[in-house]
């Protein structure tokens, strides 16, 4: 039995991956991982994850430059989740061009709740993209 049959996946095949700055512990994205992407990740120390959109692996990094060094892997007391304990190559993990990929929050303004931007654009998309990837 392989320390991979731990981990629930779903019934796609997938389990959602957590990326989480080592240095400052701000949850940078979420992501999906099939069983060879997890394989990968703890292989090569590089964030694998699959891409739903795309219907296949998906090295982070792979067009932006912006790679994730994972140092720990993590399965929660389920066995469905996971969490990359990682470097952020780059400052930036979303495709928006922020740093994290949480950069809304809830809050209440003009009387009423709406999701305002607590955080800076650090790189324009289309300098890290050729064409602009969905949700990824």
């Known amino acids: 039995m392989s320390w991979l049959d731990d981990i629930r996946f779903d019934s796609r095949g997938l389990v959602p991956v957590i990326a989480q700055e080592r240095a400052s512990g701000r949850v940078m994205m979420l992501a999906w991982a099939d069983r060879q992407a997890v394989e990968e990740t703890a292989r090569t120390h590089r964030g694998v994850y699959y891409s739903r959109s795309r219907s296949r692996l998906w090295r982070k990094g792979e067009e932006s430059g912006n790679v ?69």
């Open 68 to 136: 994730q060094n994972v140092f720990g892997i993590y399965l929660d007391c389920d066995g469905d989740a996971l969490v990359y304990e990682i470097e952020q190559v780059g400052g930036v993990a979303c495709h928006t061009g922020h740093a994290s990929c949480f950069f809304r929050r809830l809050a209440e303004q003009d009387g009423g709740l709406r999701w305002v931007e607590d955080s800076p654009v650090l790189k324009d998309p289309e300098e890290m993209y050729h064409h602009r990837p969905k949700g990824e």
